[in-house]
């Protein structure tokens, strides 16, 4: 049987904005039933959804339905915020299905915002460095790649953006390639209305972000798979 999503909870927003006043383990287990119905059960929903439809249509992105998503407990062991819980809820799709995998899709649904991603999030310094010399070595490629997602409606974000030309780098002067490989991240980002969260067409949005976001999973894979693994 295919999998099916309906739509979050319409009592998601208001429970998160509970939780996040209280901030209390005898609020939360009170209001657990709560949690596992508008927020847990639908999340999982999306991610098997997600991972069913990116399967049938080559995109090499799935998830598991309790694994994928992020502990709604924070934790404080090394922060100096000790609030126990977070104000949202989340997932990340993959490769392999982990977290632990690079060029992945991840879902936010919070009390300041609502979004999806699609993200080459911190690549440990082999690969980071390979789309480097990629960008320098094959412009053309990096370009056609960037041009398709601005024909797609997406742009790659400057989010922790260096400052200046990482060693090795210095002598890149075309504007756009000496910014892009100052990039610590390559990420497109989709914002969701609020709204939106509680209708079963979210699924096919999502779906189509990802489509859209192809572009930059595909130059990453290309590069991913010619950096030998540690």
Known sequence: ?????NGFGEKVLPFLKALNFHQSREWFQENRALFEQDLREPLGDLIDVLSERFGEAGIALRGDRK?????INR????SKDKRPYTDH????????????????????????RCFAAVAWWQPAPPLLQA????IVEKPKVFRAMVSALKKNGLEIGAE???????????????????AAVRNRHFVVRHEIEPGRIHSPALADELFDFVRRARPLLDWGRAIEGRVARS
Do not use: N
């Open 75 to 78: 934790d404080v062991r090394f």
């Open 67 to 71: 694994r994928s998503q992020f502990r």
């Open 1 to 5: 049987m295919a999998a099916q999503f």
């Open 89 to 112: 809820v989340s997932a990340i799709l993959s490769p392999d299905g982990t977290k632990m995998e690079q060029g992945v899709f991840f879902v936010h649904v919070g009390l300041e």
């Open 131 to 134: 789309m480097r010399m990629a």
């Open 160 to 178: 922790g953006q260096l400052k200046r030309a990482p060693r090795g780098f210095e002598a890149v002067t075309e504007p756009d390639l000496a």
